[in-house]
């Protein structure tokens, strides 16, 4: 089997308006859709991004249309958190009239906060300020998931191959005990690994998950100070130990797998 990666996650309106719809598709569109739309749907871009990209692009031709259509055989989908969408300030529209908008090609705006209407919460805990891009947003997984399987309707089903929390403040932890017990990175994995078997009895087929981290890694730009492992790694012994996470992620599988 192969497959490329995406990565996002669920995209929301931030309020009721068909403008903020706008926005939400168009982020699909731009996001997951720039290639799973030509691989699994139609061998060709959304409508919202075909008219980008046709300014710098020549088309697919029929052919390479019908090459591309159908050769990944999951959609595999790094996805961590959630966001919501709404259009920027000015419209849709005049974003797009002018191509020195900082949001332009896209056109949307994206927050972690529910709007002041519906109270201005964030979506869900955040993760370690070295990550802030990152929230637990767990109780849309399995919308997420059916909106995949509704929308390129994958033959091979849905891999979601990576998915993890950065506990806050960790790297400033000192004593193993306190580093070991890591209740929010705990309560991501329980509940994410909830929301995957929701959308299974729901009927949308999960083919398998992958979590992010086994062990604690060099983090793109953060290096060691942003940790994800399950696993906490003495640097200098090398020595590892399971942290709480590792049991709760463990367990969905023990009580669930069919063996």
Known sequence: MISFKNNGGHKIPLTNSSADAQAVQR???????WFATPTFLTG????????????FLTPF????????????DVFAHDAYTSQFYYAPDGGIDACLANSSNPLYPVC????YTYST????WNIGPAADPGSPWLHKATDWVPAFLRYIQDTWKPAGGIAVTEFGFAEPFEYSKTLLADIRWDPIRSQYYHD????????LSEGVNVVGCLAWSIVDNLEWSSGYTVKFGMQYVNFTTQERTYKASF???VDAFNQYLQK
């Open 27 to 33: 982020a699909w569109d731009f996001n997951e859709g």
């Open 44 to 55: 060709d871009y959304a409508p919202s991004l075909k008219a980008y990209v046709s300014t």
């Open 61 to 72: 031709t029929a052919e390479q249309k019908q090459l591309i259509n159908g050769t990944a």
């Open 108 to 111: 949307v705006n994206t927050t």
């Open 117 to 120: 209407a519906d109270g201005g």
């Open 192 to 199: 994410y690994m909830q929301g995957i078997l929701i959308a």
């Open 247 to 249: 049991f709760y992620y």
